[in-house]
């Protein structure tokens, strides 16, 4: 019988001793869940382990075909270009391997519902009555040059905002991108927030999350008048954990397909959910001239990818 792929996760790295143990002890946990597969871990920059000596020792133990899942958020540089390259990399040091690669994580609707919940969790310290209708969720991301990112984080707060009863969720940035937490947290208070829950959009505990958290105290205390709370961030849960496997498994079975995680015919959305699975017919539109365009429709929106 042949061994199935490893599983190799790469994270981003981190200045951060805690960050980075998350990330260690995430990967130790997914090897116990599966101990029928290989399963290892390493950075691509600042922490200790980096991918090389993952992959080493994945090797060693015998393994020649690989999965590698980013375990990121967002596809930016890191997704898009640096784990391509370090991958070529180490199928060039160890011929006889190769690589599958898997897709960045969000915005997933298991991961959609983790914030939902560190938002509910945040509102347990709110002054009185914590309905959803009166908060606004800031989500906060990490932020990149590479403006396709900047916009994932944008969708994943429009997907939470959906048939959940916030007031609203903005989007900010801790880094590289505008705008930064306080001209978010401003930019709350001037549509109107009376109270602002402000949710991290990181995987692990870490420098840029602690940053968050200390530029949302600084606003705060310069704001009395709005009530600010922070949440925490999605941690290595059950949710998590799935995700990396269904990731793992598309990489695995080459299943690479367009993003459909938050397609509404895929996937039972809050207040979208009689629309799972709906036949797609082809839709008529009033303009029609009835002999331009309409061949496009057929099939309406086709799901079989």
Avoid at 234 to 262: F, H, K, Q
Wanted: aromatic share 6%; with cysteine.
């Amino acid at each position: 019988m042949t061994t199935p792929p490893a599983l190799l996760l790469v994270g981003h790295g981190t200045r951060d001793d805690a960050g980075a143990e998350a990330f260690r002890s995430f990967v130790r946990d997914l090897g116990e869940r599966r101990p029928d597969l290989p399963v290892a871990g390493g950075f691509i920059e600042l922490s200790p382990p980096p991918l090389a000596d993952a992959v080493a020792e994945l090797t060693g133990r015998g393994v020649r075909s690989f999965a590698a899942v980013p375990l990121m958020l967002v596809s930016a540089g890191h997704a898009k270009g640096d784990i391509p390259a370090a991958l070529a990399r180490e199928e060039r040091r160890h011929p006889g391997t190769s690589y599958a690669y898997g897709r960045p994580l969000g915005p997933h609707p298991a991961l959609l519902n983790v914030l939902e919940r560190r938002v509910d969790e945040a509102l347990r310290g709110a002054r009185g009555e914590a309905d959803r209708a009166g908060t606004t969720v800031l989500l906060v991301g990490r932020g990149s040059t590479d403006p396709d990112a900047n916009a994932e984080v944008h969708k994943a707060a429009r997907l939470l905002w959906e048939g959940r009863g916030y007031a609203g969720v903005e989007t900010a940035f801790v880094s590289l991108a505008a705008p930064d937490v306080p001209s978010g947290l401003e930019r709350c208070r001037m549509l109107g927030a009376r109270r602002i829950v402000v949710l991290p959009y990181f995987l692990f505990t870490g420098i840029l999350p602690d940053r968050v958290r200390m530029q949302t105290r600084g606003w705060a205390a310069a704001h009395p008048e709005t009530e600010v709370l922070s949440a925490d961030v999605i941690g290595p849960t059950d949710e998590l954990a799935e995700l990396v496997w269904e990731r793992y498994a598309e990489a695995v079975e080459g299943d690479l397909r367009m993003n459909c995680d938050s397609c509404v015919y895929r996937v039972a959305l809050p207040g979208f959910e009689d629309k799972v699975g709906m036949p797609q017919r082809p839709h008529h539109h009033p303009d029609d001239d009835g002999h331009g365009h309409h061949h496009h429709h057929n099939g309406g929106h086709a799901h079989a990818h």
